[in-house]
């Protein structure tokens, strides 16, 4: 099916690891978002893309790099997981224009032990 | 800073109340605001995009107006399955980026 896919769907790290999420869309849009959503907090940009071998910080972009290697990919990456960054994380994209609605990813479930 | 307030936090029906949630923003520059529906566990779902002060849309028993500080979000008649967590979305000058409001948990019981 079409859309935005985000693997892992859940993660356990120790405080300290390292990992990378990943977000593919098949939809050819220009534009790619990572947030994370948290309890009473609601969904803030950490990082965001206008194209491929673009980047952008967000919000909240402290603890997270991202790369955009291939158009249809945006990863994340967290280089020393930390507990603060336990929260669910939500890869969008959108095309470029007025109506830029964005489809989002199911999400991707971290807990930092 | 775009800034976007969602009211109220959670909002309890009986199915067939009518009712309806808040959003109230400050933006630089509206060039649209969202309406996003998301169920437990899944991403948030595109309703509806607003885009001037007096615009309004509908689906099914959904229907999202727009004035210059605020929207609203009718629920017009509900049935359990309209259970969700609707969000509200800004976009403004500064690009095509959103942000968002914290959502609203409406439960609607039969």
């Known amino acids: 099916n079409a859309g935005v896919t985000q693997t892992p769907k859940f993660r356990v790290l120790k405080t300290g690891q390292s990992m990378t999420l990943l977000c593919a869309q098949d939809?050819?849009?220009?534009?790619m978002y990572w947030y994370r959503q948290d309890p009473g907090m609601g969904l803030r940009l950490i990082h965001y893309?206008?194209?491929?071998?673009?980047?952008a910080k967000g919000e909240v972009p402290d603890g997270y790099n991202v790369s955009r290697l291939k158009k249809q990919n945006f990863l994340l990456g967290l280089e020393s997981a930390a507990p603060s960054q336990t929260s669910v994380y939500f890869c969008?994209?959108?095309?470029?224009?007025?109506?830029?609605?964005?489809?989002f990813g199911s999400g991707t479930r971290l807990t930092v032990v | 800073e775009d800034q976007v307030t969602q009211s109220p936090e959670a909002l309890r029906l009986q199915e067939g109340e009518s009712s309806s949630l808040n959003c109230s923003y400050t933006?630089?520059?509206?060039?649209?605001l969202f309406w996003y529906r998301q169920d437990p566990g899944k991403g948030p779902e595109f309703l509806f995009t607003?885009?001037?002060a007096g615009e309004e849309k509908e689906k099914e028993r959904l229907k999202a107006t727009l004035t210059k500080k605020e929207s609203f979000l009718h629920i017009t008649a509900p049935k359990p399955e309209d259970s969700a967590t609707y969000l509200c979305?800004?976009?403004?000058?500064?690009?095509?980026?959103?942000?968002f409001g914290g959502g609203t948990r409406v439960l609607v019981k039969p």
């Open positions: 933006v630089s520059g509206l060039r649209g």
């Open positions: 979305a800004v976009s403004g000058a500064a690009g095509n980026k959103l942000t």
């Open positions: 893309s206008v194209g491929e071998g673009t980047t």
């Open positions: 969008a994209s959108s095309y470029v224009g007025r109506q830029n609605s964005y489809t």
């Open positions: 939809m050819n849009h220009e534009y």
């Open positions: 607003l885009y001037s």
